[in-house]
Nanobody, 127 residues
Framework: QVQLAESGGGLVQPGGSLRLSCAAS??????????MAWFRQAPGKEREFVIA????????EYADSVRGRFTVSRESGKSTIYLQMNNLKPEDTAVYFC??????????????????WGQGTQVSVSS
């Protein structure tokens, strides 16, 4: 079982930036985290997909709501990913969760297809 630990959340004003990190530990061969992703959950809402990246750090998927503002990076073959969030909006306020899955194929946007989850880190965007 892979353990995931997020860091970097906090309070920021609209238009500001934050960088989140997610570090994997445990059985962290590349195959344990073929895909790593970020999801978020705002109060009273369902968990939603934000962004995902493959183990090579080459292929990515973005939710339309964050495209052009958020980017994800990963060193090839490593199990730490970074989420750079720019031009943050109040609607980005949520708990952000890191997730990992072994399977490369399938739908990267489905939370049910992920094997491991972090505890989450709060991101609040407010003036």
């Amino acid at each position: 079982q892979v353990q995931l630990a997020e860091s970097g959340g906090g309070l920021v004003q609209p238009g500001g930036s934050l960088r989140l990190s997610c570090a994997a530990s445990g059985h962290t061969s590349t195959s344990d985290a073929s895909i790593m992703a970020w999801f978020r959950q705002a109060p009273g809402k369902e968990r939603e997909f934000v962004i995902a990246i493959d183990w090579r750090g080459i292929s990515r998927e973005y939710a339309d709501s964050v495209r052009g503002r958020f980017t994800v990076s990963r060193e090839s073959g490593k199990s730490t990913i970074y989420l750079q969030m720019n031009n943050l909006k109040p609607e980005d306020t949520a708990v952000y969760f890191c997730a990992a899955r072994r399977a490369y194929g399938g739908n990267w946007r489905l939370s049910t297809e992920y094997d491991s989850w972090g505890q989450g880190t709060q991101v609040s965007v407010s003036s």
